[in-house]
């Protein structure tokens, strides 16, 4: 395996037929600093196998989170309600509003 990646690259776990990694200088400075490798040779055995589906997993598997429709941040002495707007490029996205409670 060559690498040439483009600043701070890294190679963990090769496998298969061809385990060696090539750190090659072809890119010249662009590819400094040089590669990290590590365990080369022995990707069967990583923990986890794919860091990709590990981390897929554990954001699918979070609780779902419900949001309470007014949020009132309390202050000392005061408090503020919050209305949510929502913004689209530089356009307010419509919105309904909800009247202020009590007048």
């Keep these: 395996m060559t690498t040439e990646q483009s600043r701070y690259g890294y190679v963990i776990g090769t496998r298969g037929t061809r385990t060696g990694v090539s750190l090659s200088t072809y890119g010249g400075t662009k590819c400094d600093p ?17 860091l990709y589906e590990d981390q897929l997993n554990r954001r699918l598997s979070l609780p ?3 949001l309470p429709t007014d949020l009132v941040l309390g202050f000392p002495t005061n408090s503020v309600r919050l209305q949510p707007s929502v ?5 307010p996205a419509a919105t309904t509003t909800t009247p202020p409670r009590g007048g």
Aim: avoid cysteine.
């Design 34 to 50: 040089l590669d990290h490798v590590e365990g080369t040779a022995l990707g069967d055995t990583l923990e986890p196998f794919s």
């Design 87 to 91: 913004q689209i490029g530089s356009q």
């Design 64 to 66: 779902l989170v419900t």
